[in-house]
């Protein structure tokens, strides 16, 4: 089966830039999604089909992808972007739909 | 307000059932696929189950095959999840979300906890 592998754990100090990825075999050929989430709040997505920002969502969040290789980059880092952040990954043509383990992200 | 809203939660003993439920208001219900995403907390999100628009397709993930089944009621606007055999690892808060396109998710509900405990 489908393996989506993230790092558990990162810091990052105010003002600088976070970049959290998501590795899986050929995970460039397929759909990426980004959410962000709060303890005690529902999910929320920040970024869809790896680099679709929803509305809402500040200029700061974007991501991209490589061939095994997806990441989100939050620049100008600040206490409200402190989250645990999960990758979302699509293959419907095998109906697979799979989210990484999740990162928590600190702001020292 | 658009939302969606998971009911039905509970305490339940090992290899007991329960029913959840998710309601949809104001928008177009019957024109989404809808999901069951769970969330615990040693193991994250982890996605339960699909249905299709008209509710002609769903399936579930690997380790509720035979337990959980989904269903829809696009006349009331509702979504349920049938778990049968509930497990200590079913565990979880239980989120119903809306399905966009590519797959992503941009609606959730706010969750309904379930508790399998003896």
């Known amino acids: 089966s489908y393996v989506v592998t993230q790092t558990p754990h990162m810091s990052v100090a105010p003002g600088k830039t976070a970049g959290i990825t998501c590795e899986g075999d050929n995970i460039g050929d397929k759909n990426v999604h980004w959410y962000q989430l709060r303890p005690g709040q529902p999910p929320t997505v920040v970024m869809y089909n790896a680099n679709d920002r929803p509305s809402g969502i500040p200029e700061r969040f974007s991501a991209s992808k490589s061939a095994n290789t997806a990441t989100l980059t939050i620049s100008g880092v600040d206490d409200g972007d402190e989250a645990d952040y999960y990758c979302q990954v699509v293959d419907l043509d095998n109906d697979q739909r799979l989210f990484g383990g999740g990162t928590k992200l600190t702001v020292l | 307000h658009v939302q969606l809203v998971e009911s039905g939660g509970g305490v339940v003993q090992p290899g007991a059932s329960l029913r959840l439920s998710c309601g949809g208001s104001?928008?177009?219900?019957?024109?989404?696929?809808l999901n069951w995403v769970r969330q615990t907390p040693g193991k994250g999100l982890e996605w339960v189950a699909y249905i299709s628009e008209d509710g002609t397709y769903d399936f579930v993930t690997d380790s509720v095959k035979g337990r959980f089944t989904v269903f829809r009621d696009n006349f009331k606007s509702t979504m349920s999840l049938q778990m049968n055999s509930l497990r200590p690892e079913d565990t979880a808060v239980y989120y119903c979300?809306?399905?966009?396109?590519?797959?992503?998710?941009?609606?959730w509900g706010r969750g309904t906890l379930v508790t399998v405990s003896s």
């Open positions: 104001t928008f177009d219900f019957h024109n989404h696929g």
């Open positions: 979300t809306r399905n966009r396109a590519g797959g992503s998710y941009d609606l």
